[in-house]
């Protein structure tokens, strides 16, 4: 029988062995409770800036309805008729086009670059109706991707327009207001208003007025003595 010899032993590792020893957790444990603390405070920031927002519209909103009280009857009338006439489809919001004609109905022949800030400043963007978004044509690539990232059309709701026109009207000069008046008299801008004006107005006032009282009123306001009322002597009898 062949004898039996030992198998000779393995040497020790010279290194203590990691096997089954658990991750140290106290890195994650610390991250997560940094995350947790900046999503806190982002939200804290997000809620005070809507809390301002709101105090903010708050104010404007009061300031609005301050300033239209204390317009007259006539010049809210006037408001409201100005955004009636060039909001063409009556959805209560006009564009860019449609506010241009309505401001200079009332007097403010603004530029393009005010009419623009003004809709940047109070607009809000135009809603995708439902049939112009359905009956588009699904399409793919860069060409779908520019179209849908169009600068949206900007429109103005009657409230916005109501109370811009109102702090507009109230800041204007009296004396602005009674030359565009006068205007509206001097036809063919001569720079006096005849006996011709006055009968031509009275007509389409619908004003039953006799010749003599039209030429009466002429001779009461004619301070030169040229058989007409000038800029100046109109302005002299609105301002008395």
């Known amino acids: ?7 000779p032993s393995f040497p020790s590792r010279p290194y203590p062995s990691t096997l089954g020893k658990l991750p140290d957790r106290t890195v994650g444990t610390a991250f997560g409770s940094a995350s947790t603390t900046q ?3 982002e939200a804290q920031r997000l809620e ?20 239209l009280a204390e317009l007259t009857e006539e010049q809210r009338e006037e408001i409201n008729e100005a955004f009636g006439l060039f909001d063409l489809d009556k959805d209560k919001r006009i564009d860019y086009h449609e506010l241009k004609v309505a401001m200079k109905a009332l007097g403010f022949d603004l530029p393009k670059s005010e009419i ?11 809603s995708v109706t439902p049939s112009s978004s359905s009956s588009a044509p699904a399409t793919s690539g860069p060409k779908s991707q520019s179209h849908q990232t169009r600068p949206t059309r900007l429109l103005l709701s009657l409230a916005s327009f109501q109370a811009i026109m109102s702090q507009r009207i109230l800041a204007r000069d009296p004396r602005d207001e009674i030359l565009r008046a006068f205007e509206l008299f001097d036809e063919g801008g001569k720079g006096k208003v005849t006996l011709q004006d006055l009968r031509r107005v009275a007509r389409e006032l619908g004003e039953g007025l006799e010749e003599e009282e039209l030429v009466a009123m002429i001779e009461e306001f004619d301070l030169d003595g040229d ?5 100046e002597e109109f302005v002299d009898i609105c301002l008395q």
Do not use: C, F, K, Y
């Open 39 to 41: 999503a806190h405070r």
């Open 1 to 7: 029988m062949a004898s039996s010899s030992a198998h």
């Open 48 to 67: 005070r800036e809507r809390e301002r927002a709101e105090r903010e519209r708050i104010e404007r909103e009061g300031q609005n309805q301050a300033a």
């Open 116 to 126: 623009l800030a003004i809709l940047q400043t109070h607009g809000v963007p135009a």
């Open 227 to 231: 058989g007409a009322i000038s800029r």
